[in-house]
């Protein structure tokens, strides 16, 4: 069951931005850590950003480090993840996720969008 609500994804030519989105259908609370994960085909699922609803520093992959920005609008209860000078191997499928703070599974997550990255 999807838990969290995704949009932004799409086609974009390599060097472009995407900006993701994920909506919780409920107000969310200071004690979750948002996290971004993606998983491309024939590939494991990689943790690629995450950031706490109380504030602090966020987290990003070596991968992805300079290139991703995390952002959240509580009145929303939305997080972003921006992607700029996007590469074709950031091709995947992106997912949102919610955990408790000090927990180590990711508990809620959404249902998934593709991000295609072509020349």
């Known amino acids: 069951q999807v838990q969290l609500v995704q949009s932004g994804g799409g086609l974009v030519q390599a060097g472009g931005s995407l900006r993701l989105s994920c909506t919780a259908p409920?107000?969310?609370?200071?004690?979750?850590?948002m996290g971004w994960f993606r998983q491309a085909p024939g590939q494991e699922r990689e943790l690629v950003a995450a950031?706490?609803?109380?504030?602090?520093?966020?987290y990003s992959a070596d991968s992805v480090k300079g290139r991703v920005t995390l952002t959240r609008d509580h009145a929303k209860n939305t997080v972003f993840l921006q992607m700029n000078s996007l590469k074709s191997e950031d091709t995947a499928v992106y997912y949102c996720?919610?955990?408790?703070?000090?927990?180590?599974?990711?508990?809620?997550w959404g249902q998934g969008t593709q991000v295609t990255v072509s020349s």
């Open positions: 996720a919610a955990k408790r703070r000090g927990e180590k599974s990711y508990e809620w």
């Open positions: 409920r107000r969310t609370y200071l004690n979750l850590t």
């Open positions: 950031i706490s609803w109380s504030g602090g520093p966020a």
